[in-house]
Every structure is written in structure tokens, then in C-alpha cells.
């Protein structure tokens, strides 16, 4: 029986691989032990996974009828893999409207949110409440992100670092 599992966790990889290979913007490469890295060309940020924590593949095609693939894992998460990107859902957030921002984010959004949150900063009117929306949906990023398989910790330091200059201007 387990034969079977094996065999269609396989097909399941092939299909992700297929996909990647065909991709202008993801490259991917595979270890001895089934961990999967995919490379964004954008952003060189890499989305890791085991082959073994996949569940189902699903071909799909957006709005505009490009193709992309769903990826369903077994813990219930799931990302989709556009020509260029991977993307995911942004982590629930206390105090967020999840409704206000998209449902699938990438990578690529922590920069746009990032140079948001340093130009509210900036502001002569310094609306705090702003920057405290910006860095909930900064923060929902990268959890989500990091949930899926990324390694965030880069980003993370970004706004550590951006919120002590601040309180070191302020002082």
C-alpha cells in the first residue's frame, strides 16, 4: 500500500517540477532527502518544502488564462505557483481587516508594504494608526510566508531595524 502513496506523492512532485522547468521565473532543485527548494528570479527568495507534505496538485489558469499550479499540503496549506512567483496567504491578523488586503501576497509585496511603512513614518502628519495597519499587514506577510516554507528572517530584521531608528529619532 505504501507503494501507492509513493508513487502518487512522485506524480505529484513531477507535475510541481514540470511546471517549474516551464516557468520564466522559478527555478527548482531537489535533495537526497526530498526537500524541494524553488527559487524566485524576482527576489531570490527560496520556498522550501518536503515532497512527502504534499497532498494534491491542481492545474488552474488565472483571470487572463495563464496557468498556474495549486499545491495542497497535508497540514492545509497551500500556495500557488504563477510563471514568476509563489504565492500565499497572508497569516489572520488581531486588529486587520483580512478583507482590506489580497487574499494570495508574495514575496515581492513585503518591499511595496515595507517603503509604505517608511514613507507613513516620514510623513510630516506621522499617522501612527497607519503605520500600525502597515506593519499588521507587514507582519501577515511574512507569517504567512514563513508558514508556507519561506525563510523570512531577512525581512523580519528589516522592521525591527526600520522601528528602532524611528524611536532613535524621536528621542
Given at each position: 500500500?505504501?507503494?501507492?502513496?509513493?508513487?502518487?506523492?512522485?506524480?505529484?512532485?513531477?507535475?510541481?517540477?514540470?511546471?517549474?522547468?516551464?516557468?520564466?521565473?522559478?527555478?527548482?532543485?531537489?535533495?537526497?532527502?526530498?526537500?524541494?527548494?524553488?527559487?524566485?528570479?524576482?527576489?531570490?527568495?527560496?520556498?522550501?518544502?518536503?515532497?512527502?507534505?504534499?497532498?494534491?496538485?491542481?492545474?488552474?489558469?488565472?483571470?487572463?488564462?495563464?496557468?498556474?499550479?495549486?499545491?495542497?499540503?497535508?497540514?492545509?496549506?497551500?500556495?500557488?505557483?504563477?510563471?514568476?512567483?509563489?504565492?500565499?496567504?497572508?497569516?489572520?491578523?488581531?486588529?486587520?481587516?483580512?478583507?482590506?488586503?489580497?487574499?494570495?501576497?508574495?514575496?515581492?509585496?513585503?518591499?511595496?508594504?515595507?517603503?509604505?511603512?517608511?514613507?507613513?513614518?516620514?510623513?510630516?502628519?506621522?499617522?501612527?494608526?497607519?503605520?500600525?495597519?502597515?506593519?499588521?499587514v507587514y507582519l501577515a506577510i511574512i507569517s504567512?510566508?514563513?508558514?508556507?516554507?519561506?525563510?523570512?528572517?531577512?525581512?523580519?530584521?528589516?522592521?525591527?531595524?526600520?522601528?528602532?531608528?524611528?524611536?532613535?529619532?524621536?528621542?
Amino acid at each position: 500500500m505504501s507503494n501507492s502513496k509513493s508513487k502518487s506523492t512522485h506524480a505529484e512532485l513531477d507535475h510541481i517540477l514540470n511546471f517549474v522547468d516551464s516557468s520564466k521565473g522559478l527555478r527548482a532543485k531537489i535533495n537526497e532527502s526530498g526537500r524541494v527548494q524553488i527559487r524566485q528570479d524576482l527576489d531570490g527568495k527560496l520556498f522550501t518544502f518536503s515532497s512527502q507534505e504534499v497532498s494534491e496538485v491542481l492545474h488552474r489558469a488565472d483571470s487572463e488564462g495563464k496557468p498556474f499550479i495549486q499545491v495542497n499540503f497535508k497540514n492545509g496549506s497551500k500556495v500557488l505557483l504563477t510563471e514568476t512567483l509563489v504565492g500565499f496567504k497572508p497569516i489572520e491578523t488581531l486588529g486587520l481587516d483580512m478583507g482590506r488586503i489580497p487574499k494570495v501576497v508574495t514575496t515581492p509585496d513585503l518591499v511595496s508594504v515595507f517603503e509604505a511603512i517608511e514613507e507613513s513614518m516620514g510623513a510630516d502628519n506621522g499617522l501612527d494608526t497607519e503605520v500600525e495597519i502597515l506593519k499588521k499587514v507587514y507582519l501577515a506577510i511574512i507569517s504567512g510566508g514563513e508558514k508556507v516554507g519561506f525563510d523570512l528572517t531577512t525581512e523580519r530584521k528589516w522592521l525591527n531595524r526600520l522601528l528602532a531608528s524611528k524611536f532613535k529619532a524621536s528621542a
